[in-house]
């Protein structure tokens, strides 16, 4: 892909609002997670500061996290891993969510780079990981985050309610690649793929078991759960993130009256934080346990 400009501006732009905006107020964030060792706490705020300035220079650089090896290529996915590192110990740490269990199943769909891969097994280093992403360019870098922490497998595929072929939608963001665009986004045409859609059922029907089935699809929440009838049966919790644009109110209703229509017992026990900036948030985790 040709550098213009425009593109190098606007790959300034975001690092400059990272460094400068969320960096230091996430560092603030992470030195407070009382269930994670202040000796790791430290030691992953030095592994981020050292790796800045290779990401700055456009290089990738290895950022550690208790025992989990983290490959960053941009300035957003260091903020978004560091990010799940909050949420995940918000979430799913201090909720004992897979507290008690040996080697908790957990199914990360929409799992770009393995951000949130790499803070569930930061906590919770037993966790069997299966991560599903559709990008094949951000499949590669997933799998590769994959390989370093072992016991984890991923399929470069999206999910929805039955197995065709779609136009994946990319953006600069790449956590913001969509089967869905929205007309507020800035999706280049360009960049578009095809890429395979399989229901959730088929990839996990070997798993007996789901005890934790993360869905972060970008506006395709209510596909991905259509074809998921059968896995949330099987699942213990369930961690969706909705979009809280005006646009998308609908969407999160449908969604959420879907799982109760699959799984009567489902009840919501935790609202992650808003993300975004504060006048106008874009997105939120909802958790809900499915089974009493």
């Known amino acids: 892909m040709t550098t213009t400009p425009r593109t190098r501006w606007g790959r300034a732009a975001l690092w400059l609002r990272f460094y400068v905006g969320r960096s230091v107020s996430l560092d603030a964030e992470t030195l407070r997670l009382r269930r994670w060792p202040a000796r790791e706490r430290a030691a992953f705020i030095a592994s981020k500061t050292a790796a ?103 399929h470069q595929v999206a999910v929805g309610e039955r197995r065709e072929v779609l136009t994946l939608h990319r953006h600069h963001v790449s956590v913001m690649a969509t089967l869905r665009p929205s007309d507020i986004e800035d999706y280049d045409p360009d960049l578009t793929v095809e890429v395979d859609v399989v229901p959730i059922d088929e990839l996990t ?21 259509r074809g998921a009838r059968e ?24 969604a959420l009256a879907l799982v109760r229509e699959l799984v009567p017992t489902a009840r919501i026990v935790r609202f992650g934080r808003p993300l975004g900036v504060v006048e ?10 499915l089974q009493r």
Not at 120 to 143: M, N, W, Y
Not at 208 to 223: A, C, N, P
Request: with cysteine; charged share 20%.
């Open 205 to 225: 029907a070997d798993l007996e078991r789901v005890d934790l089935l993360k869905i972060d699809v970008e506006g395709f929440e209510v596909e991905a759960l």
């Open 231 to 254: 896995t949330l049966q099987r699942t213990r919790y369930l961690l969706i993130e909705v979009g809280l644009g005006r646009e998308a109110s609908g969407a999160n209703l449908e």
């Open 52 to 154: 800045l300035p290779a990401i700055q220079a456009g290089r990738p650089a290895d950022v550690r996290a208790g025992d989990v090896l983290f490959r960053a290529t941009s300035a957003v996915d260091l903020g978004t891993f560091q990010s799940c590192l909050l949420d995940v110990h918000d979430e799913i740490v201090v909720g004992g969510v897979l507290d008690g269990i040996e080697a908790p199943v957990v199914v990360d769909v929409g799992a770009n780079v393995g951000q949130f891969a790499a803070a569930i097994r930061t906590f919770v280093p037993g966790a069997r990981i299966v991560s599903v992403e559709p990008d094949p360019q951000t499949h590669a870098k997933l799998a590769h985050n994959l390989g370093a922490m072992g016991g984890a497998r991923c």
């Open 280 to 289: 106008d948030p874009i997105c939120q985790d909802v958790l809900i346990a």
